[in-house]
């Protein structure tokens, strides 16, 4: 009988070292840790759906504002939530995606948003700028809010190709949102490759406060810094200065280089924590 139980007992730890899983809890991936997460879609049509990541601090269950994702390219998600938090997608690398942590808070909310479900591998530039774009992202604000009927305010942030979304939304619809706030934005929309709908475009005509996020080093020939000054002088706004960070690699317009604040994350959210909040930009510079 002895030896049957320590085969037993055997197995079962042998289980739980191989399959965490079987004898612990699962392992929160870092960009997830201290939140608490809900994949939220809603119908579009018979055949299209629009998905998201309501994220909220674990223990808090009334945020009274809400702090709408748009990541940048391919700005295609397809989140993966399981046991309560996000622990996979497409895009887990994106600066947006990867630092959310950082600007939830007691009463801070996030709302990643994917690409709606018939867009392929790619949400089209034109599609982000299009009235469509914003009434399908704004059908899933209001499911969220249905759920968390105590957000009082939703905030767009954006990121590079997500400024695009970040920059049409507040056109298409002025009175839904507090403001917006665009990071690495899309500031030379006629270089190589470049985003042409945002030629051109007039951020005050919306009426709705908007602020600016920007590595002074930012390495790509779509965000470049002196383009994203030129606009914020232009128009009056707000612009956040970032230096410095670390571990930088890849293609410079990609999510690991200055372009996506890499090593400044923490800081970055935090600041656009305090814009949500505050609805002004008090700290113009992060060193």
Known sequence: MYKRFSLCLLL???????????????????HAQGLREELISVELSAT??????????AGADKPSKLV?????????VRPIVENGVMTGSKLTGNFLIRARRFVVDDSVAALIVDCQSE?????ASSYQASKQRQEDVDRLIAEVRSRAPSIAEVWLLGTSMGTISS?????HNPAGYAGAIHTAMIADPYAKNSYRELGGFDYKKSGVPQFFVHHSSDPCSLTTYPSAKAIAEKFGFPLVTVTGGAGFQGPPCEALTEHGFRGKEKEVMNAINAIVKSGKASQLEIN
Not at 68 to 76: D, E, I, K, R, T
Not at 119 to 123: A, E, P, R
């Open 48 to 57: 299209k759906k629009q998905l998201g990541v309501y994220s909220i601090k």
């Open 167 to 171: 920059s049409f939304m507040p056109l």
């Open 119 to 123: 867009s392929g591998d790619y949400c």
């Open 12 to 30: 079962v730890i042998t289980a739980a070292s191989v399959y965490p899983a079987f004898g612990r809890a699962q392992t929160v991936p870092p």
């Open 68 to 76: 709408v994702l748009l990541p940048g390219y391919p700005s295609v």
